[in-house]
């Protein structure tokens, strides 16, 4: 137990090592370009339509569903409609819309969760602190940033590959 608690303070008195994030020395995950449908565990794929409406459509075979994931930081992707061209963007009340243009405001925290679902948080904008997520109801709809949490299932995607 000793030799283990001396290990831990050599590891956290090392040179260099205060400040640094636990994601530094993974260059190479850094500008994957994946090409994916979101799956919502609602039963709904994410869609930007041609008018940049982000919604949920039940169609498998839609072409405005197929999204290019590209990381542009280690954790940090960016979701992009391939068809349609239009980002997927969250505003600071938590609205789901497509952007034409990249803004910070297309950036979000991706996040393996312990059931293989994948969460999606905004890194700009928080609700009272708290962060908030890419969602689809149980209608297909947009749910407010807001209004979400990450143990909630609509907050749950399943990337699935695009045949």
Same mark, same amino acid.
């Given at each position: 137990m000793r030799l283990w608690l001396g290990l831990a303070w050599l590891l956290l008195l090392a040179p260099g090592a205060a #400040?640094?994030? =636990?994601?530094?020395?993974?260059?190479?995950?850094? $500008?994957?370009? &994946?090409?994916r449908r979101l799956f919502s565990s609602? =039963?709904?794929?994410? +869609? %930007?339509?041609?008018?940049?409406? %982000?919604q949920g459509t039940r169609w498998r075979h839609g072409r405005d569903s197929i999204m290019e994931i590209r990381s542009v930081r280690? @954790?940090?992707?960016? *979701?992009?409609? %391939?068809? !349609?061209g239009f980002y997927v963007a969250m505003n600071r009340r938590g609205h789901l819309y497509g !952007? +034409?243009?990249?803004? %910070?405001?297309? &950036?979000?925290?991706? +996040? *393996?969760?312990?059931?293989?679902y994948n969460t999606y948080v905004s890194r700009r904008w928080r609700h009272r602190g708290r962060p908030m997520?890419?969602?689809?109801? $149980?209608? #297909?709809?947009? +749910? &407010? @940033? @807001?209004?979400t949490q990450r143990h909630q299932l609509s907050t749950h995607f399943l990337p699935v590959l695009v045949s």
């Open positions: #400040g640094q994030s =636990h994601l530094t020395g993974y260059p190479h995950l850094e $500008g994957d370009v &994946r090409w609602t =039963h709904f794929f994410l +869609r %930007v339509d041609s008018s940049g409406r %982000v280690v @954790g940090t992707v960016v *979701i992009k409609a %391939v068809y !349609s !952007s +034409r243009v990249y803004s %910070v405001d297309c &950036r979000f925290w991706e +996040r *393996i969760e312990e059931n293989g997520f890419l969602a689809l109801d $149980g209608r #297909g709809t947009p +749910r &407010r @940033g @807001g209004r």
